[in-house]
């Protein structure tokens, strides 16, 4: 899994079965981006976050276009909670929030001569 894609998430849905999801703006349902969406993602327990992941290299080049996105599953429509769950290996009811996106990570800022 590529960095910023978090490894002790709850659960794991792949980028083409979350296309219902996409674009985030679109949604009706409460929708946190930007630092907003990494804020609500670090207060939550990892178990509790459903991230959605890439399965291609064309999925995951997709993903990282896309700002951070923090969806909050309560506030999904009943239509859409019905569809993602049929999509997903586990209940839907146990996450609060679904990552769409990859969270940023602190990296080294590092020359070419240190190679």
Known sequence: MSIGYSTEAGG???Y???KVLLPVDELQATV???RDAELAINDTPPEA???VTP???ASGYA???R????IEVD???RELWAQLNRLIDNDLEQYLLIQVGRQPHASQNRSLSEF
């Open 12 to 14: 794991y849905v792949d």
């Open 55 to 57: 399965t291609s290299m």
């Open 49 to 51: 976050v459903l991230v």
């Open 63 to 65: 993903l990282v276009q």
């Open 16 to 18: 083409g079965d979350a």
């Open 32 to 34: 946190h981006t930007h």
């Open 75 to 77: 506030s999904l429509s």
């Open 67 to 70: 700002p951070l996105a923090a």
